[in-house]
């Protein structure tokens, strides 16, 4: 564990498992901001404040693990990437510390979103079994990742199954907040239009 963070008894669960069959080759390690793609959402999770960081890689591990900055990081490795993102998480709360009270769920592949989103996050929704991001870009909102989870949830987040299940939880729990955050859902990348489109952001 990373401790002493501002978020002490949270950790970052970060995404980083996907086979990336839609893009051709590993997204993690795609070139953005002088490093990875990886690389720069796992520096958004150390400047977060999280007391934990875990991340879960699968497809392209050891590339992963030779080009990225994993020092300081708890590593998980999730053999059943191909059967969708519910093994990633089954995976990753396997290395989250029992002294932990929540977890705010990252996508490996979207470097967009903020510290700052994280950190408003963590403050609204602490307390309760689920939070989600709103998304407002001044025509309505769209909720997004990152998500919070409570301690209570973990049970729930094992037994999940499939790419999407997580959302199902977002609509179903009664315990829900909404963290209305300004701007569109940030890019994630799959395809190579995808990067395309987060490369045009950096230089507008």
Sequence with gaps: MTGGGLHDGVAALVLAAGGSQRLGRPKQLLDYRGATLLDATLTTARAAGFEQVVVVLGGAAEEVRERVDLADLDVAENADFGDGCATSIRSGLDHVHPAMQGLVLLL???????AETIRALV????????????????????????????????????????????????????????????????????????????????TE
Aim: aromatic residues 8%.
């Design 108 to 114: 490996g592949d979207q470097p967009g979103v903020s």
């Design 123 to 202: 403050g609204s929704a602490r307390g309760h079994a689920v939070g989600v991001c709103a998304y407002d870009d001044g025509h309505g909102t769209t909720l997004g990742h990152p998500l919070w989870f409570d301690r209570t949830m973990f049970d729930t987040l094992r037994g999940l199954h499939g790419d999407k299940a997580v959302w199902k939880l977002v609509d179903a729990d009664d315990d829900v907040v909404s963290v209305r955050v300004p701007g569109p859902v940030p890019l994630d990348v799959d395809t190579w239009d995808d990067y395309q489109a987060l490369l045009a952001e950096e």
